[in-house]
């Protein structure tokens, strides 16, 4: 009995027996499909905002958002190892990031649309339609 105990393996067998003994630590979990792991969202999503507010032409227009935006991120990076609201977190700092570009960019293309209406106007001896 002794020699089959010392025989035992570090592959959770018993010798030349082939019995399986349990293991103790808990399988690893996969992770899920289309998942990716929190640094690397958390990563992915600060650069979205970095981005966002190098670009002077579109971070003007919207700083409140921007700040929001930050502090989601923040709150997304702290929060990362928190398996029942870390994921969400990282998705609202996602979407708040997305939020602020795409506001930005209205905003842009608003005052862009005024420019050209000012200048269409010019150009028909101050008319509006």
Known sequence: M???????GGCGSIGGLGLKLPSLTPPA???LPGVEPSTAAVARVRAALLTLR???ALAARVPAEISDAEAAVDK???SQHDKAAG?????????????????????ALEAEY??????RDGLKGGAAP
Do not use: F, G, N, W
């Open 76 to 78: 997304a990076d702290i």
């Open 87 to 107: 994921s969400h977190l990282i998705y609202l700092a996602e979407r708040k990031v997305d939020y602020a570009r795409t506001l930005a960019e209205v905003r």
């Open 29 to 31: 979990e996969p992770p």
């Open 2 to 8: 002794l020699a089959t105990l010392l025989m035992l």
């Open 114 to 119: 005024q420019a050209l209406r000012l200048q």
């Open 54 to 56: 190098s670009d002077p």
